[in-house]
């Protein structure tokens, strides 16, 4: 996203969730609202759009619902590319938005709704955490040198308080440059960001 930006490119955010009681306290509540404010400020996105479908419950709600909430949100934002959380992750909630974005957009229809590109991307604790599966495996086919960003994208992350874990957990500041570090190596680069690409539209 920080490489969007100083391309000069428009971005908005999607959060289809939102935290919920008795799950988090409200004082809980209260610091993850602050959070997705301060990161939102941090990384300029042009809109921030949100849903209030609860967290972790996505698989209780109809997914013709959801899938109505995103295609609103496509019409308004006319994306050309979406950026993604992996199919086969082990939230239940990522693989429910996963298939409602691919309902939402489909390909025959790009004239109206405009998006050309979707690729998926790496969540640290659930696409690596999730079981085997030779068919839904996060193989990634596009690589984004962020060398000049991981610096920022760490200080960003760390504006998460309630998301990040001491190291050596999945999302901790330490884990996070590791996976780019790796990432890069594939590359030839210091840092990279892996993805998977579902559709290109030429």
Same mark, same amino acid.
């Given at each position: 996203m920080?490489?969007?930006?100083?391309?000069?490119?428009?971005?908005? +955010?999607?959060?289809?969730? !939102?935290?919920?009681?008795?799950? +988090? @306290?409200?004082?809980?509540?209260?610091?993850?609202?602050?959070e997705? *404010?301060?990161?939102?400020?941090?990384?300029?996105?042009?809109?921030?759009?949100?849903?209030?479908?609860?967290?972790?419950?996505? #698989?209780?709600?109809?997914?013709? *619902?959801? $899938?109505? @909430?995103?295609? !609103?949100?496509?019409?308004?934002? !006319?994306?050309?590319?979406?950026? =993604?959380?992996?199919?086969?992750?082990?939230?239940?909630?990522?693989?429910?938005?996963?298939?409602s974005?691919?309902?939402?957009?489909?390909? /025959?229809?790009?004239?109206?709704?405009?998006?050309?590109?979707?690729?998926?991307? *790496?969540? =640290?604790? @659930?696409?690596?955490?999730?079981?085997? #599966?030779?068919?839904?495996t /996060?193989?990634?086919?596009?690589?984004?040198?962020?060398?000049? /960003? $991981?610096?920022?994208?760490?200080?960003?992350?760390?504006?998460?308080? @309630?998301?990040?874990?001491?190291?050596?957990?999945?999302?901790?500041?330490?884990?996070?440059?590791?996976?780019?570090?790796? !990432?890069?190596?594939? $590359?030839?680069?210091?840092?990279? *960001?892996?993805?998977?690409?579902?559709?290109?539209?030429?």
């Amino acid at each position: 996203m920080l490489k969007h930006r100083a391309a000069g490119d428009s971005v908005s +955010w999607l959060i289809v969730t !939102r935290g919920h009681m008795p799950q +988090w @306290s409200a004082d809980v509540l209260g610091n993850k609202e602050a959070e997705i *404010e301060t990161v939102a400020a941090a990384y300029e996105f042009e809109k921030v759009f949100r849903f209030d479908f609860p967290t972790t419950l996505l #698989d209780t709600i109809s997914q013709a *619902e959801i $899938i109505t @909430s995103l295609s !609103r949100v496509v019409a308004a934002a !006319r994306p050309d590319t979406i950026y =993604l959380n992996h199919a086969a992750d082990v939230h239940s909630d990522h693989r429910i938005v996963f298939h409602s974005v691919m309902s939402a957009v489909k390909p /025959f229809n790009s004239g109206r709704h405009g998006v050309k590109r979707i690729l998926t991307y *790496e969540t =640290l604790s @659930s696409t690596e955490a999730a079981p085997p #599966d030779h068919a839904h495996t /996060f193989l990634p086919t596009v690589f984004s040198d962020i060398t000049n /960003f $991981i610096e920022r994208k760490l200080d960003i992350m760390s504006l998460y308080t @309630s998301e990040t874990q001491p190291y050596p957990l999945p999302r901790a500041n330490e884990s996070i440059r590791a996976l780019a570090r790796f !990432r890069g190596a594939a $590359i030839g680069v210091e840092y990279a *960001e892996a993805l998977m690409l579902i559709r290109d539209l030429v």
